[in-house]
C-alpha cells in the first residue's frame, strides 16, 4: 500500500457564528465546536484511507481562547500518524474577526480514526508521509498519545468506568 503525505488529509473548514451558535455569553457552545472538530478529523481520516472511518477517541481538546458571535470559526486539520489500521488527526480551531482579518486559534485537538472495510471490520490504511515542520512536530509525541491512550482504554475496560 503506497504512503500518502499529512497534506493529501488536510480539510479546511469555515462558518460563521450566529446567535443560536451561541451561549449566553455570546461565546460559541463547546459542543458546537466539538462537532465541527469531528467533522472535519472524520474528512480528513477518509481523505487519508479512501474508505468509512469511526471515532475511537478524541483527547487533549483544549479550549483557549472563546469564540464570539459574528466571528469566523475556521478549522483544520490533518492525518499526523498511522498505524496498521488507525490514524490520529490533528484539527486546530480559529476564530477570525471577518471585519479586521485577525486570527486566533481558539481551541486544538487530537483525535484517533479507525478505518472499516465493506464489512464494518478494521482494515489496512497507507503510512503517512510528513513534509511539513508543523507535521513532523505533531507527530513527535504521536506515538507517546497512542500508548497513553491504549493505557487510558485498558484501565476502562477493567474498572468499567
Known sequence: MKAKKASESKTVLTDIVLPPDTNYHGTIFGGNVMAYIDKVA???AMRH???QVVTA????????????????????????????TSMEVFVKVEAENLLTGERRVTASA????????QEGNPTEIPMVILE????????????????IRQKRRQLRRENQF
Do not use: M
Request: proline share 2%; aromatic share 12%; charged share 25%.
Open 110 to 117: 487530537y483525535l484517533t480514526f479507525v478505518a472499516l472495510d
Open 49 to 51: 484511507c479512501r474508505c
Open 57 to 84: 477517541s478524541s483527547d487533549s481538546l483544549d479550549f483557549i481562547s472563546p469564540i464570539r458571535t459574528g466571528e469566523a470559526i475556521c478549522l483544520e486539520g490533518y492525518v499526523t500518524y498511522t498505524r496498521k
Open 132 to 147: 511539513s515542520a508543523e507535521e513532523k512536530w505533531h507527530n513527535q509525541g504521536a506515538e507517546e498519545r497512542y500508548q
Open 42 to 44: 472524520s474528512i480528513a
